[in-house]
């Protein structure tokens, strides 16, 4: 399950920052951030090969960026009328509309579009929106802030504490656990039952004219190593 660490501010011309670890099946093939997506000029983001989708998702040229992360839940409908969650960043930085989210597994989907932020979340049932206010946040695979994420009880307190050029250094601490533990935001998920482990991170900077995207691949998946973003 994924983790994004997100600062929204309390000056409207600051940036919006967000840090975001990514877990996936290692075997799963993707492309690091570019322009993968010839019908949405001017979008980049981290690309999943097989479905042509995105996990993360921006527009350099305006304030908009997008993360989609796993949450349980199940859509009603038979398992071959499920479509992949990877249009969601996708249709967020674009600004086409989430028409198919009943189709899919259940989601949280953080969207940063001209200076404001907002969750979106699905559990197969049930639909929601929320605004969060000026903080630092945690989003896992419950909702903004829930301590049901074992990592977001751990360590919430740690990245409001930090300034957010600072956000590396907590994550290096994070990475002192067992991968394998709830409170790990680099993880390996494979013991609880899921063939993910933590395969990159990317830190990102939006303002509401703006946005900067840097990516980073942890050496060995599912094992903490230091980081260098570009």
Known sequence: MCTVV??????PSDPV??????DEDPTR???APGEWW???PGVIGVQDRRAGGAWLAAM????????????EGEPAGAPESIVSRGSLALDA??????TRHSRMRGFNLLS???GSVEVTSWDGSRFSRTTPG???HMLAHHDVDDARSARIGAWLGAFREADADDWGDVLARTGELDPTDDRAIVRDNRPHGYPTVSTLACVASVWADRSEVRYAEFTTPGTWSPLTFA
């Open 17 to 22: 920052r967000l840090l975001a670890v990514r």
């Open 60 to 71: 350099p040229e305006r304030g908009r960026a997008a993360v989609v992360l796993n949450r």
């Open 38 to 40: 010839r019908e949405l």
């Open 6 to 11: 997100f600062r929204i501010p309390e000056t």
């Open 93 to 98: 930085v674009s600004g086409r509309p989430l």
């Open 29 to 31: 093939p993707w492309n």
């Open 134 to 136: 000026p903080g630092t």
């Open 112 to 114: 940063v579009r001209d």
